[in-house]
């Protein structure tokens, strides 16, 4: 560590823009890292990262951050067919991850969404043109500027955070009422799926961490809770009610409902009196 970075809480070292106009790739492969953090803006297009040997690609899109701490491994690829445009910074400082921490970027946070906006490419290039030019108190105007940054990253990325928890809370709600209002009929969960715009290990992965159960089990609950409705409150033969809530075949209905409630719906029935 240097002088500036053990006096400095946050040191700025280096900051560049890269766009590619001649060259047709421009990739990156750090496996041990740097030794220092390194700050990725894609402002437009995309970017290609590989966040470990094992890793499949992950696509970044324009407005978001990708964030390297001293030793991440480090891998990534800029297209020119991807019209890609990037700005990054290099940093350190002797409080620089109290810093990141206190600004809501956890320990293990890589990726921050914030979406594009002009005054983060500003930014950079006030940052690039105080390391050019090293006008009079030019560190102390870099220190500020990414400062400023910083702060506007942890506000979008805040709010960015909260659109895609009410989205995903509402894409849940909905799936919920579909599948209350038809769950007797043979529902297609990629299907259901594709038709909100949404991927199925997405979906699946959502709607169980909203409701603890994959969108099957929580459409068998609803069936096999009706049916014992059915069977408390009708006098529906079993088969009938196995077709009512979606079974043609009474052996298989039976079957789940025995699983599920640890009894025969037949059973059910004569204890009810």
């Not at 590619?20 to 220092?36: A, E, Q, S, V, W």
């Not at 293990?108 to 914030?114: A, G, L, R």
């Not at 050019?132 to 030019?138: A, D, F, L």
Request: charged fraction near 20%.
């Amino acid at each position: 560590m240097s002088d500036r970075d053990r006096n400095n809480p946050l040191s700025i070292r280096s900051c560049g823009n890269y766009k590619l106009l001649t060259k047709k790739i421009m990739p990156t492969y750090r496996p041990k890292g740097r030794l220092d953090y390194q700050l990725i803006y894609i402002a437009s297009g995309i970017a290609h990262f590989y966040f470990s040997e094992k890793d499949s690609e992950t696509i970044i899109n324009a407005g978001t951050f990708v964030l390297f701490r001293p030793g991440d491994f480090q891998r990534y690829i800029y297209y020119n067919s991807d019209h890609t445009e990037v700005f990054w910074i290099h940093f350190s400082g002797y409080d620089a991850e109290n810093i990141l921490s206190h600004l809501g970027f956890a320990a293990d946070t890589q990726i921050i969404t914030t979406g594009t906006k002009l005054l983060y490419s500003e930014l950079f290039k006030n940052i690039i043109s105080e390391i050019q030019h090293q006008s009079v108190g030019y560190e102390q105007m870099i220190d500020a500027y990414f400062y400023q940054l910083l702060i506007n990253m942890s506000r979008d990325m805040t709010q960015a955070e909260t659109s895609e928890d009410n989205y995903v809370h509402k894409e849940i709600e909905l799936a919920q009422q579909y599948f209350s209002t038809h769950y007797a009929e043979d529902i297609n969960i990629e299907a259901y799926a594709s038709s909100r715009g949404m991927s199925i290990s997405w979906f699946i992965r959502n709607f169980k961490a909203h409701t603890n159960n994959t969108p099957l089990q929580y459409i068998l609950n609803l069936r096999i809770s009706n049916a014992q409705i059915l069977l408390e409150s009708s006098n529906y033969t079993i088969k009938e009610i196995s077709h009512i809530v979606g079974y043609d075949n009474q052996l298989y209905f039976s079957r789940l409902f025995a699983k599920q409630k640890g009894i025969s719906p037949r059973k059910y029935r004569e204890l009810l009196g």
